[in-house]
């Protein structure tokens, strides 16, 4: 199939390599030319596991190109892909300015019938407003599909070739069975395709956000009534999740969850809620708790300095909101930094790949980056664990001791055995865990 994907960032990129993957022609268009020159170049602007080998491989066979001509997509394309962001509001709500202006683009341009998917995460709604945006454009027809992508920052090249789901919202019988043929190559071992009309299909994404979310902040309550009671949430974790109904995934008690989704779409969800005059009770817990679990080292820190922290250096391990990508959208580190900096701290940090992403919002002027993790630890008064990153699990902990001016770590994603720490002779504090 002839395909477009306008917007070449996280999402666009991945869609666009993994349906030329699939056989597909596909053109992925960006307005910053800038981007679109690096694409051309064999650069990839984001942080994504087997993304570039990918890319580079469809660049290679003819099957992926790039463009920043919105007449040149749309004329060569049958279907096309709105994937540019929605970054919220002051009010919470979801900034549709950028998929507007896509609609107008492609209704500006259209000289035969298209299918218009919205990839972008959107508010219920957006699909009919997105047709209105091109029929004001244009009287050839248009079908408008909602249908919202699940993957997860690190994992996303096998998360869209091997979705556990896929979610097509349509009210139109042969766009349904276009969109059913295109995804066809991807649920080869029998995982569904779901055919909903457009509304069910935008609500479905953010509801799967919402209620991944809410299970993080549920458990990082229950980690702080263990650090009260003296219990272990590292055994109650073990305990409720070999319940089926539960399950083991995220359930894991933390400094928080960041990123591109979770933080926004929760926010979202509110604020539709509200338009529609409904309180969102649960989901404004859940978004309270995740702000107030980003500090939660904070108290843990200055009880062991006696309150005071004005003039220790601080080493971070850790920027990126979760491992296997650079992306700091929302990250617990941010958070970390801004208090640690307002109470005079000097603070060190490392990350495997993020360090490039602090440089850009000019963290740097508040922290200094290393890039081993081991020379940020130098002269340090403590150590805070933020993103669990593969390399950070076994450490060397006597090089560790010997570096440090004090050995004791505030390990923000329970990624240590206690009782193996201390024997190394570090004070050692984590989330809910006695």
Not at 157 to 163: A, E, G, L
Not at 256 to 269: E, N, T
Not at 287 to 312: A, R, S, T, W
Not at 409 to 427: L, M, S, T
């Amino acid at each position: 199939m002839k395909l477009a994907v306008v917007g070449s960032g996280y999402v666009g990129l991945v869609a666009g390599a993994c349906f030329a993957e699939a056989g597909n022609h596909v053109i992925c268009m960006d307005k910053d030319e800038e981007k679109i020159k690096k694409l051309e170049q064999g650069i990839i602007p984001i942080y994504e596991p087997g993304l570039d080998n990918m890319v580079e491989r469809n660049v290679k066979n003819n099957k992926l190109t790039f463009s920043t001509d919105m007449k040149h997509t749309v004329e060569n394309s049958d279907i096309i892909f709105i994937a540019v962001g929605t970054p919220p509001d002051e009010d919470g709500s979801a900034d549709l300015s950028h998929v507007t202006a896509v609609a107008k683009g492609i209704g500006q341009n259209m000289t035969s019938p298209k299918i218009v998917v919205n990839k972008s995460t959107v508010p219920v709604g957006t699909a009919k407003k997105v047709k209105e945006a091109i029929e004001k454009e244009t009287d050839i027809q248009v079908d408008v599909v909602s249908n919202p992508e699940f993957l997860k920052e690190g994992a996303a090249i096998d998360d869209f070739m091997y979705p556990d789901r896929v979610v097509i919202g349509t009210s139109n019988p042969q766009v349904a069975e276009t969109m059913k043929e295109l995804y066809e190559p991807f649920v080869r071992t029998g995982n569904p395709i779901h055919i909903m009309d457009e509304v069910s299909a935008e609500l479905t994404k953010y509801a799967a956000n919402a209620m991944l979310a809410t299970k993080i902040s549920f458990m990082n309550e229950i980690a702080r009534l263990c650090d009260r009671v003296g219990a272990d949430v590292t055994k109650i974790r073990k305990g409720i999740g070999s319940d089926s109904r539960i399950g083991y995934s995220f359930i894991f008690p933390g400094v928080g969850y960041g990123g591109s989704c979770f933080p926004k779409d929760v926010k979202a969800l509110i604020r539709t809620a509200k338009e529609f005059d409904y309180t969102m009770q649960i989901l404004t817990s859940v978004e309270d708790v995740n702000e107030e679990q980003k500090k939660n080292l904070i108290p843990k820190v200055l009880d062991y300095f006696n309150g005071d922290i004005k003039g220790k250096t601080i080493t971070l391990w850790g920027l990126s909101f979760k491992p296997k990508t650079d992306d700091m959208r929302e990250a617990p580190s941010r958070v970390l930094i801004k208090e640690l900096h307002k109470l005079g701290a000097k603070i060190k940090a490392h990350d495997p790949v993020a360090l490039e992403e602090a440089r850009r919002l000019k963290l740097d002027e508040m922290v200094e980056l290393f890039n081993d993790n081991y020379d940020a630890l130098k002269e340090s008064d403590a150590l805070l664990v933020v993103t669990e990153w593969l390399e950070y699990r076994e450490p060397d902990f006597d090089a560790m001791k010997t570096t440090m001016k004090t050995p004791v770590i505030f390990d923000g994603r329970n990624i240590y055995k206690p009782e193996k720490v201390r024997e190394k002779g570090f004070d050692y504090f984590s989330i809910g865990r006695p």
